[in-house]
T-cell receptor, first 109, second 112 residues
Framework: RKEVEQDPGPFNVPEGATVAFNCTYS??????FFWYRQDCRKEPKLLMS???SGNEDGRFTAQLNRASQYISLLIRDSKLSDSATYLC??????????FGSGTRLQVQP | DTAVSQTPKYLVTQMGNDKSIKCEQN?????MYWYKQDSKKFLKIMFS???????INETVPNRFSPKSPDKAHLNLHINSLELGDSAVYFC???????????FGSGTRLTVV
């Protein structure tokens, strides 16, 4: 079983829509989680950290549900520039981050 | 100034050749990593160095040999390249092991 699982998508949404991605993880001892964004043919970039209490940054909200072992990312008022692949990332305490294979978002005009 | 820089950006080479990829970070971070992203976009850890000491060596063929001359540099040498080595190789660094990374722009390796 993969450590971090994501729906690969693509999620095709119109501009202005609200879209949510979920990601499940298998290691109940993992402490830290992140969302990264990767544009086509570019490097991943840290979007936001995910805390148990939830984390909001402008139009982006990340949540962690430890009981069900999933994290989520909500994007409100989608912009064309939000089109990218969103990577769910877990810190299992094994000294390197574990990346999911990503969920592709395509925002359409 | 680029925070994490990798060279070359593109590398096309024949099977059986030996090649190196270089990475340098100017962030003062203690830990550096090599990740491989395959055609399915899955990012997988290969190696990690903390202050020049190897701390992660995943199941990677021993044709791959990392070298860290100092904590700002982590190079990757690959011997006897195979078709399956074609991928994008990302270097990254972090201040502590496991916290959010800064990635280099990647090296797209194509073995023909």
């Amino acid at each position: 079983r993969k450590e971090v699982e994501q729906d690969p998508g693509p999620f095709n949404v119109p501009e202005g829509a609200t879209v949510a991605f979920n990601c499940t993880y298998s290691n109940s001892a993992s402490q830290s989680f992140f969302w990264y964004r990767q544009d086509c043919r570019k490097e991943p970039k840290l979007l936001m950290s995910v805390y148990s209490s939830g984390n909001e940054d402008g139009r982006f909200t990340a949540q962690l549900n430890r009981a069900s072992q999933y994290i989520s990312l909500l994007i409100r008022d989608s912009k064309l520039s939000d089109s990218a692949t969103y990577l769910c990332v877990e810190d299992t305490g094994r000294r390197a981050l574990t990346f999911g294979s990503g969920t592709r978002l395509q925002v359409q005009p | 100034d680029t925070a994490v820089s990798q060279t070359p950006k593109y590398l096309v080479t024949q099977m059986g050749n030996d090649k190196s990829i270089k990475c340098e970070q100017n962030l003062g971070h203690d830990t550096m990593y090599w990740y491989k992203q395959d055609s399915k976009k899955f990012l997988k850890i290969m190696f990690s160095y903390n202050n020049k000491e190897l701390i992660i060596n995943e199941t990677v063929p021993n044709r791959f040999s990392p070298k860290s001359p100092d904590k700002a540099h982590l190079n990757l040498h690959i011997n006897s390249l195979e078709l399956g080595d074609s991928a994008v190789y990302f270097c990254a660094s972090s201040q502590e092991t496991g916290v959010g990374y800064t990635f280099g722009s990647g090296t797209r390796l194509t073995v023909v």
